[in-house]
């Protein structure tokens, strides 16, 4: 059964620009979070989706924005980059809401230059 | 909205000894507590967790106990070995499961043979 795919795995941008993160869940999980992981703040909750509906959301700016397919992969859209939105951004599913484990994938790395 | 404090950030103990992490949070309406191992270069993995209506939790040589009380809970591993090196993260959510989870900040973790 294949994991938790994200792409791109690297992404270089510069200021102002905008960024697209896409991930593709576990076959059969329905439930998709994103968290951003950086060195100081460790792993900080973005939003979570299922079946196309955002659940939750964590405290981030406006700038971050996402969706869910109707084949449950997702997207994470970051407008007018800033120097501090470089951070690797980690995509994770579940198989449903209230169930157990949160199986991430390798993550975006994203340098904001 | 929840906040989960963990600590320490680092610790080193000598091979074969033991280590204990601990977390607080904030939401008395919290009721579900993961803990997830991230190797270097690796994605998080879960290792163990914990629900409201327990108070311990054992697999092998690791171990999680909550105080629901005092709104904090501990890891504890037996005998460590040189590939419990990692960062381990606490977290904690309201529903149940692994959605909406808030972690801590991590604890780096360095097994000195």
């Known amino acids: 059964k294949a994991g938790v795919t994200q792409t791109p795995r690297y992404l270089i941008k510069t200021r102002g620009q905008q960024v697209t993160l896409s991930c593709s869940p576990i076959s059969g999980h329905r439930s998709v979070s994103w968290y951003q992981q950086t060195p100081g703040q460790g792993l900080q909750f973005l939003f979570e989706y299922f079946s196309e509906t955002q659940r939750n959301k964590g405290n981030f700016p406006g700038r971050f924005s996402g969706r869910q397919f109707s084949n449950s992969r997702s997207e994470m859209n970051v407008s007018t980059l800033e120097l501090g939105d470089s951070a690797l951004y980690l995509c994770?599913?579940?198989?449903?809401?209230?169930?157990?484990?949160?199986?991430f994938g390798e993550g975006s790395r994203l340098t904001v230059l | 909205g929840e906040n989960v404090e963990q600590h320490p950030s680092t610790l080193s103990v000598q091979e074969g000894d033991s280590a204990v992490i601990k977390c607080t949070y904030s939401d008395s309406a919290s009721n579900y507590f993961p803990w997830y191992k991230q190797e270097l270069g690796k994605r998080p993995q879960l290792i163990i967790d914990i629900r409201s209506n327990v108070g311990e939790k054992k697999d092998q040589r690791i171990a999680v106990t909550l105080n629901k009380t005092a709104k904090h809970f501990s890891l504890h591993i037996t005998e460590t070995q040189p590939e419990d090196s990692a960062v381990y993260f606490c977290a904690a959510s309201k529903g149940g499961g692994a959605d909406g989870l808030t972690f801590g900040k991590g604890t780096h973790l360095i097994i000195q043979p």
């Open positions: 994770a599913s579940i198989s449903t809401p209230n169930t157990g484990e949160l199986f």
